[in-house]
């Protein structure tokens, strides 16, 4: 049986996000860089269009990318700054704050390639980057996994408890280069 994870970043504002660091083949999540889309993008919260991705709320994450050169969601300049990918060309954006709640949050959601086992560890690592818009940071990331797929498109905001806690305290302040997050 297949497991769907949903990563649910808490960073306030938007933050880039990128799920890799491993060999595409190592790699138990598919698409773990975001490299491959399909269709033209053009407007933010356009996660879907990654292969193996997608956004479990309404409000949808976004995917940039140095191949678009629409400013909203080109890489490395975009709406949200500047950043270039930790490897490869694309990434992802989600947003977990804003002032007076204007702005829903966003969360990721991928399958695994293969089945969990039972009693076994694993480590989920991601990378995060603050946006330069953003004023604050956070150092509550986590991951939810869950043997369902998780479809709120009529909720703004997810409550689940994270299973996969961040191990780090300190706080991702850092818009200027990717931080790696670790949790088994």
């Given at each position: ?8 970043i ?6 880039a ?23 033209k ?13 997608n ?8 995917l ?31 947003r ?71 191990l780090r ?11 790696g997050v670790?949790?088994?």
């Amino acid at each position: 049986m297949l497991r769907t994870t949903t990563l649910s970043i808490l960073l306030s504002a938007s933050l880039a996000l990128q799920a890799q660091e491993l060999p595409d083949s190592l790699n138990w999540i598919e698409n773990g860089s975001f490299e491959e889309f399909e269709g033209k993008l053009k407007r933010t919260g356009s996660i879907s269009m990654a292969k193996g991705w997608n956004s479990p709320t309404e409000a949808a994450a976004d995917l940039f990318s140095e191949s678009v050169k629409d400013v909203p969601v080109s890489a490395p300049s975009n709406v949200y700054g500047d950043q270039t990918a930790l490897s490869g060309v694309n990434y992802a954006g989600v947003r977990w704050w804003s002032y007076l709640n204007k702005e829903p949050r966003n969360y990721l959601q991928a399958k695994f390639k293969k089945p969990l086992k039972k009693g076994q560890k694993y480590c989920i690592r991601y990378y995060v980057s603050l946006s330069d818009l953003s004023k604050y940071g956070t150092a509550e990331l986590g991951a939810y996994v869950s043997k369902m797929k998780v479809d709120k498109k009529g909720e703004a905001s997810l409550t689940y408890k994270a299973q996969v806690p961040n191990l780090r305290t300190e706080l991702y302040l850092d818009p200027f280069t990717w931080q790696g997050v670790c949790g088994t």
